[in-house]
Antibody, heavy 118, light 112 residues
Framework: QITLKESGPTLVKPTQTLTLTCTFS??????????VGWIRQPPGKALEWLAL???????RYSPSLKSRLTITKDTSKNQVVLTMTNMDPVDTATYYC??????????WGQGTLVTVSS | QSVLTQPPSASGTPGQRVTISCSGS????????VYWYQQLPGTAPKLLIY???QRPSGVPDRFSGSKSGTSASLAISGLRSEDEADYYC?????????????FGTGTKVTVL
């Protein structure tokens, strides 16, 4: 059974760096073809893909946010970490992590709401 | 910054068939698979259709997907009250900056 859960601060100040952790179970991020990605959704708005890290440490980023994002993995801890620098109120959103196998985001975490406000 | 365009809303009465369109371009839908997600109120998205028309285990066959050229469609037949949700299409996009995953603008389905 594959499960993922996001954790991190619920409130960050503008210009601060956000660090989110995705802790998962039911699969290994060392298995060929497997990846973990991050997707966000501002309140009342559409989904936006942010980043994806593969089993072989290949990383993909949304071009519009690439300069602000870093995704890393700790295979031994079954965790993936996303950092986003220079947070702004427009970055207020629910952030989801999701399991990816052969390019399909098939299992999602419950999401965590991050509010950016001073 | 959704790249794929969907109608904002769709509706139908119980038992009816509802179709949702998703319009893209040659760099995404035109050259890659289409995925569909269902997002019930207050919950995380759930994979509904993958690789244009494949259903994951547990998804009723009332849901079907199709693709033609740079557009795709999701059909819900035998509409039920529990189908009331937001639906998003998605696809990989072969951009000049490298592959990126793009979502549609989302369609809210209302069961009248």
């Amino acid at each position: 059974q594959i499960t993922l859960k996001e954790s991190g601060p619920t409130l960050v100040k503008p210009t601060q760096t956000l660090t989110l952790t995705c802790t998962f179970s039911g699969f290994s991020l060392s298995t060929s073809g497997v990846g973990v990605g991050w997707i966000r959704q501002p309140p009342g708005k559409a989904l936006e893909w942010l980043a994806l890290i593969y089993w072989d440490d290949d990383k993909r980023y949304s071009p519009s946010l690439k300069s602000r994002l870093t995704i890393t993995k700790d295979t031994s801890k079954n965790q993936v970490v996303l950092t986003m620098t220079n947070m702004d109120p427009v970055d207020t959103a629910t952030y989801y992590c999701a399991h990816n196998f052969l390019y399909v985001f098939d299992y999602w975490g419950q999401g965590t709401l991050v509010t950016v406000s001073s | 910054q959704s790249v794929l365009t969907q109608p904002p809303s769709a509706s139908g009465t119980p038992g009816q068939r509802v179709t949702i369109s998703c319009s893209g371009s040659s760099s995404n839908i035109g050259s890659n698979y289409v995925y569909w997600y269902q997002q019930l109120p207050g919950t995380a998205p759930k994979l509904l259709i993958y690789r244009n028309n494949q259903r994951p285990s547990g998804v009723p066959d009332r849901f079907s997907g199709s693709k033609s050229g740079t557009s795709a469609s999701l059909a819900i037949s035998g509409l039920r009250s529990e189908d009331e949700a937001d639906y998003y299409c998605a696809a990989w996009d072969d951009s000049l900056s490298g592959p990126l995953y793009v979502f549609g603008t989302g369609t809210k389905v209302t069961v009248l």
